[in-house]
Nanobody
Framework: QVQLVESGGGLVQPGGSLRLSCAAS????????MDWFRQAPGKLRELVATTSSGGATYYTDSVKGRFTISRDNAKNTVYLQMNSLKPEDTAVYYC???????????????WGQGTQVNVSS
C-alpha cells in the first residue's frame, strides 16, 4: 500500500505565501514524477506543476514565476512553494505521484486526499 499525505493548506490574504508538502509512504520501490493538481469549485481538476525524478519541472502558465515545485527524494516528499497568491488560486490542491512498488512494477499513479487553499481578504 502507498499513501500520499498533503499538508500546509489554509487561509491566506492576497499576495501572501503558503508552502504545501506531500509525503509518500508505504511499499515504495521508486518514485518517478511527482505532481500538484488543483480543483476549484465548479471547475475541472488541472495540473499546476510537475517534477521528474531527475528534477525537471513544468508549470502551468497561470502560476509561472509565483509557484515553485521541489522534491526531497530521501524523504519521498514533494513541495509546492506558492508566493504572490491570488484569489483565483483558491482550490483544493492534490498531490499525485507515479510510484513503483517493486522492481517489476512499471509504476502507477497515486493521489493524496487534498488540502484546501483559500486566498481571500
Amino acid at each position: 500500500q502507498v499513501q500520499l499525505v498533503e499538508s500546509g493548506g489554509g487561509l491566506v490574504q492576497p499576495g501572501g505565501s503558503l508552502r504545501l508538502s506531500c509525503a509518500a509512504s508505504g511499499s515504495i520501490f521508486t518514485i518517478y514524477a511527482m505532481d500538484w493538481f488543483r480543483q476549484a469549485p465548479g471547475k475541472l481538476r488541472e495540473l499546476v506543476a510537475t517534477t521528474s525524478s531527475g528534477g525537471a519541472t513544468y508549470y502551468t502558465d497561470s502560476v509561472k514565476g509565483r509557484f515553485t515545485i521541489s522534491r526531497d527524494n530521501a524523504k519521498n516528499t514533494v513541495y509546492l512553494q506558492m508566493n504572490s497568491l491570488k484569489p483565483e488560486d483558491t482550490a483544493v490542491y492534490y498531490c499525485n505521484a507515479d510510484i513503483a512498488t517493486s522492481l517489476t512494477d512499471p509504476g502507477r499513479r497515486f493521489w493524496g486526499q487534498g488540502t484546501q487553499v483559500n486566498v481571500s481578504s
